[in-house]
């Protein structure tokens, strides 16, 4: 029986090899080859967008925001909508073909170039299997695996860069890398030689972009500060705010004061509770749940609205689909997606009545604390403090412990490593990983919390900052600190961040639960070879390599 898809983008993909009859995310065969041949278009539009640059010619900015929007609606558990699918594919028609006829009609032998769009879903369907990633069987495996790693770097830059891009902040540099990298995805001529360096400047670009985003947030929403956040819930109508935007957040909070609704929010959204303009609002009152994984459970009769502002959407149970709400480029069918206007800005009109209607809970649960806000600023402000704890020797080890998390047996091996960390050490965490242990109690060590939540994965960013400040108060390079990465992934932004990680030359990343399939096992050797990337095993054995090294 010949497959209906193949994809291997995400941790969980079947059997550790490829999804071929439906995604393990939910997405269906037409989902997925819609996919496929949207990201064909953009390698189109990138060749011509490309033509205009060999020509010292300016790009509109409308084809990289959209080439960034769809870049994340193919993004793992983003949006599973059909219709939504189909006008992203006639809106990359008609750009494709403006932008070649400004690009002056170039004659370009490539598929991507030359292929023109039926907006028929039979012949939608055709065409979507010489998207596929499969299609050419003849392609050398190793030439495949950094083509497809180089494009999945790409999708979560664009998670990061569409979030900062949404509040005004973007980067000229990170925007000619999508339409250079695109079309070098198309280019035959290209070896290994080639694109191994064009792999890893797609961590650098990873790097610029969260930096961008870092400083998008941190002069929209203020500095983050250690703050401490209550995980339970209050009595009355209450919103859910999952995802990552915190410029949707921050509107939500605008529109729903004085309106006698709590505010909370869910999976990465935690560590909005850190910045000052946002915590500023009194009805942002706590996080309810957990991690992205366990939603369906979370939310099941949930009597409060729920919206997802980016990805980590599951197909949402009937339960809830009447109080769950999208917006930006995630989707589902059935769901309502609240649209952005002209200005920008979003009415959230929707999801305020339907909390208001559900009247939430009749009564307060008790409280319980947790600790956010321990960006690059907040950990660095106590420099001195780390300095003379390990000089003193009251801190022998940092270890960051997280990424994203998942629903696949063996995570565990995260909570056991952090519970197993000696007394002695400091763990950095961040992104959803962090649920697996965020709320045991691991005390202090010199004065410190020996547990610092430095926020988001986009948040890799201060993670590295203060590693290059560390290594700076002690003269020596970011593998000379006693410093370890026992790093999670999931989807595509987790690529984006070992990328950059690879392109820092950070060596000996502990990487699991299990290593990407889109990986060749010479590639693989590669990346063992030359960064030293190991794959976890279990929590004891790790941990003990490590103090042993």
């Not at 170039?106 to 055709?126: G, H, N, S």
């Amino acid at each position: 029986m010949q497959d209906l898809m193949f994809c291997y983008q995400c941790e969980q993909t079947a059997g550790g090899k490829g999804c071929t009859k439906q995604g393990v995310c939910g997405k269906n065969h037409v989902i997925a080859g819609m996919q496929d041949l949207l990201i064909f278009q953009l390698k189109g539009i990138a060749i011509y967008a490309n033509e205009l640059l060999k020509k010292k010619k300016e790009v509109s900015k409308k084809y990289v925001s959209f080439i960034e929007d769809s870049l994340f609606q193919t993004l793992t558990n983003v949006n599973f909508d059909e219709e939504d699918h189909l006008r992203m594919l006639e809106k990359s028609k008609d750009l494709k073909e403006k932008i070649r006829k400004e690009a002056g009609n170039p004659k370009i032998d490539r598929p991507e170039a030359t292929f023109q769009l039926v907006m028929e879903k039979d012949q939608i369907m055709e065409d979507a299997k010489k998207a596929g990633i499969m299609y050419d069987q003849s392609m050398d495996a190793d030439i495949r695996s950094v083509r497809e790693t180089i494009k999945y770097g790409l999708k979560g830059i664009s998670a990061y860069s569409h979030q900062a891009r949404a509040i005004g902040y973007f980067h000229d540099e990170v925007d000619n890398f999508y339409y250079r990298s695109l079309e070098a995805l198309t280019d035959p001529s290209l070896e290994l030689s080639q694109l191994v360096p064009l792999m890893l400047e797609t961590g650098e670009k990873a790097v610029l972009v969260t930096g961008l985003l870092d400083q998008a947030n941190n002069e929209k929403f203020g500095v983050p500060e250690p703050h401490k956040v209550n995980r339970k819930m209050k009595k009355g109508p209450f919103i859910v705010v999952s995802g990552h935007d915190l410029y949707d957040l921050k509107q939500l909070l605008e529109q729903t004061k004085d309106k006698g609704i709590s505010i909370y929010t869910h999976g990465e959204m935690l560590p909005a509770h850190g910045y000052e303009k946002l915590k500023a609002y009194k009805h942002l009152v706590g996080n309810y749940g957990s991690a992205w994984q366990n939603q369906q459970q979370e939310f099941d009769h949930l009597p409060g609205a729920i919206l997802m502002t980016t990805n980590c959407l599951m197909a949402p149970k009937t339960s809830y689909q009447d109080r769950i709400f999208t917006t930006s480029v995630v989707g589902f069918h059935g769901l309502t997606n609240i649209k952005k206007e002209k200005d920008g800005t979003k009415d959230f009109t929707p999801v305020i009545e339907k909390a208001l209607e559900l009247g939430g809970y009749q009564e307060d649960e008790i409280p319980k604390e947790i600790t956010v806000g321990f960006g690059h600023k907040a950990v660095l402000s106590h420099a001195e403090d780390i300095v003379k704890g390990v000089k003193e020797g009251k801190i022998k080890r940092f270890y960051l412990i997280g990424g994203c998390d998942g629903a696949r047996p063996g995570r565990n091996y995260y909570t056991e490593f952090a519970k197993s960390v000696p007394m002695d050490s400091i763990i950095l965490t961040l992104a959803c990983g962090k649920y697996r242990f965020n709320d045991l109690e691991f005390g202090e060590v010199a004065g410190l919390p020996r547990l610092l939540d430095v926020g988001q994965c986009n948040d890799a960013f201060s993670a590295i900052k203060i590693a290059e400040a560390l290594g700076e108060a002690f003269s020596c390079d970011i593998n000379e600190l006693p410093l370890s990465f026992i790093l999670s992934w999931y989807e595509q932004k987790a690529v984006a961040v070992l990328l950059a990680l690879l392109y820092l030359n950070v060596k000996k990343i502990h990487l699991g639960p299990v290593l990407p399939a889109f990986l060749s096992p010479n590639i693989l050797q590669f990346l063992v070879d030359n960064y030293e990337l190991k794959h976890i095993t279990t929590a004891s054995e790790d941990l003990k390599a490590i103090l042993e090294a």
